[in-house]
């Protein structure tokens, strides 16, 4: 990403994040019906992991979307582009394209953030996701996650129970 986009998103961000800290106001439901993923594609995280969310909440699979962050463009198309994005997909006046706009569209019961870098591309789609509970880790904007993992964030099945006690204790206990 290129210096003056960078300060353009940046500027996006500080305002944009200062406005939805001052109007942040959610109210949990008993029962949880879907849940987004933010993914950094760096990160060696098998999806079917995620998708095993939906069996821990009693949802299918195809109540967890995800959305997949990856720094460059590859010829190989291992994840269908409907769930991949880059920092080419957002413009410089913090408009998105068609995949990260159909993602941020729907209203997440909870909102993963499954990434450790603080990085702008990632960071301005966890803000504009319409979500009740964002969880995520200590290495990023700690205003964007309501519950944050202490956890290393390579080990999923360590995330995997954490975050289904937490989510156990937020929710007090949950329906299927």
């Not at 990085?119 to 944050?148: A, E, W, Y």
């Not at 156990?168 to 329906?175: I, T, V």
């Amino acid at each position: 990403m290129n210096f003056f986009k960078k300060q353009f998103l940046s500027k996006i961000y500080r305002k944009e994040i200062a406005f939805k800290a001052v109007n942040s106001k959610r109210k949990l439901n008993k029962k949880i019906s879907n849940i987004g993923v933010i993914l950094d594609g760096n990160l060696s995280v098998p999806e079917d992991l995620l998708f095993n969310l939906a069996s821990i909440f009693g949802l299918s699979k195809s109540r967890v979307f995800i959305l997949i962050y990856t720094d460059i463009k590859r010829k190989e198309n291992l994840v269908s582009s409907e769930r991949r994005f880059y920092s080419s997909d957002i413009n410089f006046f913090g408009k998105f394209n068609k995949t990260i706009t159909k993602f941020n569209s729907k209203r997440y019961d909870i909102l993963i953030n499954y990434y450790d870098r603080n990085f702008l591309p990632m960071k301005l789609v966890t803000l504009r996701c319409q979500s009740k509970i964002n969880v995520g880790f200590p290495n990023v904007d700690h205003r964007l996650n309501d519950l944050i993992l202490n956890i290393d964030i390579t080990d999923s099945l360590l995330f995997l129970s954490e975050f289904e006690k937490y989510i156990k204790l937020l929710y007090g206990g949950f329906e299927k």
